[in-house]
Protein backbone atom coordinates (compact mmCIF):
# COMPACT_ATOMS: atom_id res chain seq x y z
CA UNK A 1 0.00 0.00 0.00
CA UNK A 2 2.81 2.42 0.93
CA UNK A 3 4.47 1.63 -2.93
CA UNK A 4 1.17 2.53 -4.13
CA UNK A 5 0.58 5.87 -2.14
CA UNK A 6 4.35 6.85 -3.03
CA UNK A 7 3.42 6.12 -6.88
CA UNK A 8 0.33 8.30 -6.51
CA UNK A 9 2.33 11.29 -4.94
CA UNK A 10 4.61 11.19 -7.64
CA UNK A 11 2.19 11.38 -10.37
CA UNK A 12 0.46 14.27 -8.93
CA UNK A 13 4.14 15.96 -8.44
CA UNK A 14 4.86 15.63 -11.88
CA UNK A 15 1.03 16.93 -12.54
CA UNK A 16 1.56 19.93 -10.83
CA UNK A 17 5.13 20.66 -12.55
CA UNK A 18 3.50 19.96 -15.91
CA UNK A 19 0.66 22.61 -15.15
CA UNK A 20 3.37 25.47 -14.11
CA UNK A 21 5.32 24.40 -17.06
CA UNK A 22 1.54 24.97 -19.16
CA UNK A 23 1.02 28.18 -17.02
CA UNK A 24 4.01 29.71 -18.40
CA UNK A 25 3.32 28.64 -21.77
CA UNK A 26 0.22 29.99 -22.13
CA UNK A 27 1.69 33.34 -22.16
CA UNK A 28 3.20 32.78 -25.50
CA UNK A 29 -0.07 31.54 -26.73
CA UNK A 30 -2.60 33.97 -28.42
CA UNK A 31 -6.28 34.02 -29.75
CA UNK A 32 -8.13 36.77 -31.58
CA UNK A 33 -11.65 37.50 -32.37
CA UNK A 34 -13.96 39.55 -34.28
CA UNK A 35 -16.99 41.72 -34.10
CA UNK A 36 -18.72 43.70 -36.46
CA UNK A 37 -18.11 41.38 -39.92
CA UNK A 38 -14.25 41.54 -38.64
CA UNK A 39 -14.36 45.64 -38.30
CA UNK A 40 -13.05 45.17 -34.77
CA UNK A 41 -10.47 42.61 -33.91
CA UNK A 42 -9.07 41.72 -30.42
CA UNK A 43 -6.04 39.13 -29.50
CA UNK A 44 -5.59 37.89 -25.81
CA UNK A 45 -2.51 35.80 -24.77
CA UNK A 46 -3.24 32.16 -22.81
CA UNK A 47 -2.89 34.16 -19.64
CA UNK A 48 -5.93 35.72 -20.27
CA UNK A 49 -4.29 39.37 -21.21
CA UNK A 50 -5.34 41.97 -24.14
CA UNK A 51 -2.77 42.26 -26.36
CA UNK A 52 -4.47 44.00 -29.37
CA UNK A 53 -7.23 45.85 -30.58
CA UNK A 54 -7.47 46.66 -34.11
CA UNK A 55 -9.86 48.67 -35.48
CA UNK A 56 -10.62 48.83 -39.26
CA UNK A 57 -10.44 53.11 -40.18
CA UNK A 58 -14.29 53.10 -41.83
CA UNK A 59 -15.81 52.52 -38.52
CA UNK A 60 -14.40 55.06 -37.45
CA UNK A 61 -17.15 57.76 -37.64
CA UNK A 62 -17.40 60.41 -34.40
CA UNK A 63 -21.14 60.13 -34.94
CA UNK A 64 -21.25 56.50 -34.32
CA UNK A 65 -19.02 56.40 -31.08
CA UNK A 66 -21.23 54.21 -29.16
CA UNK A 67 -21.74 51.43 -31.71
CA UNK A 68 -17.83 51.58 -32.27
CA UNK A 69 -17.53 51.09 -28.22
CA UNK A 70 -19.83 48.19 -28.58
CA UNK A 71 -18.11 46.28 -30.70
CA UNK A 72 -14.70 46.64 -29.29
CA UNK A 73 -16.25 45.15 -26.38
CA UNK A 74 -17.61 42.60 -27.78
CA UNK A 75 -14.68 41.83 -29.50
CA UNK A 76 -12.71 41.78 -26.12
CA UNK A 77 -15.22 39.68 -24.60
CA UNK A 78 -14.69 37.15 -27.28
CA UNK A 79 -11.42 36.88 -27.42
CA UNK A 80 -11.41 36.48 -23.53
CA UNK A 81 -13.60 33.85 -23.77
CA UNK A 82 -11.97 32.00 -25.89
CA UNK A 83 -8.53 32.68 -24.00
CA UNK A 84 -9.97 31.04 -21.39
CA UNK A 85 -10.96 28.06 -23.32
CA UNK A 86 -7.39 27.95 -24.64
CA UNK A 87 -6.17 28.02 -20.89
CA UNK A 88 -8.74 25.23 -20.31
CA UNK A 89 -7.62 23.17 -23.20
CA UNK A 90 -4.08 23.25 -22.04
CA UNK A 91 -4.32 22.39 -18.74
CA UNK A 92 -6.56 19.31 -19.61
CA UNK A 93 -4.04 18.00 -21.55
CA UNK A 94 -1.45 17.93 -18.41
CA UNK A 95 -4.35 16.48 -16.14
CA UNK A 96 -5.46 14.15 -18.75
CA UNK A 97 -6.09 10.58 -16.83
CA UNK A 98 -5.24 12.32 -13.57
CA UNK A 99 -8.45 13.01 -12.51
CA UNK A 100 -11.54 10.73 -12.19
CA UNK A 101 -14.55 11.34 -14.48
CA UNK A 102 -16.92 14.07 -13.60
CA UNK A 103 -14.64 15.86 -11.25
CA UNK A 104 -14.23 19.31 -11.81
CA UNK A 105 -11.88 21.49 -10.05
CA UNK A 106 -11.30 25.01 -11.09
CA UNK A 107 -7.75 25.86 -12.57
CA UNK A 108 -7.81 22.13 -13.73
Sequence with gaps: ????????????????EEMQKVQNQLGNL?????????????TANGNKELISVVIDPQVINP??????EDLVVAAVNKALQSANKLAEEEMAKVTKGMLPPGLN???F
Design 63 to 68: AEKEIL
Design 105 to 107: IPG
Design 1 to 16: MKGGMQGMLKQVQKMQ
Design 30 to 42: SVSEEAGGGMIKA
